[in-house]
Nanobody, 126 residues
Framework: VQLQASGGGLVQAGASLRLSCVLS????????VGWFRQAPGKDREFVSA????????YEADSVKGRFTTSRDFTKNTVYLQMNDLNVEDTAVYYC????????????????????WGQGTLVTVSS
């Protein structure tokens, strides 16, 4: 399983961005996907996640109401729509995949995910 995240960039506070995570090598596999971020000097933290069938999504309190996760099954792609961005959202964003699809290990835990993408940088200026 390989993941490729993209869509990051430099935006002003209040703007929106949509990140994409394209998965390959997942044919016939149910997988859940999580988004995490890591700001300079800080630990990687959970942002959002979605189960294999999109029946459940999870968001961190810090992004609830602003960020949403969705997936396009035909494209093996998961999206993170980020609205009303603020300076505190500046970080490298990573997508990660979990085999099984239900995130039973805990959607918010790094250890739940066995596969990680390379990250895409989001910079929000004031």
């Amino acid at each position: 399983v390989q993941l490729q995240a993209s869509g990051g960039g430099l935006v002003q506070a209040g703007a929106s961005l949509r990140l994409s995570c394209v998965l390959s090598g997942v044919r016939g596999i149910r997988y859940g996907v999580g988004w995490f971020r890591q700001a300079p000097g800080k630990d990687r933290e959970f942002v959002s996640a979605i189960t294999w069938n999109a029946a459940y999504t999870y968001e961190a309190d810090s992004v609830k109401g602003r960020f949403t996760t969705s997936r396009d099954f035909t494209k093996n792609t998961v999206y993170l729509q980020m609205n009303d961005l603020n300076v505190e959202d500046t970080a490298v964003y990573y997508c990660a995949a979990e085999k099984g699809g239900y995130l039973r290990g805990g959607a918010r835990l790094l250890s739940t995910y066995g596969y990680w993408g390379q990250g895409t940088l989001v910079t929000v200026s004031s």
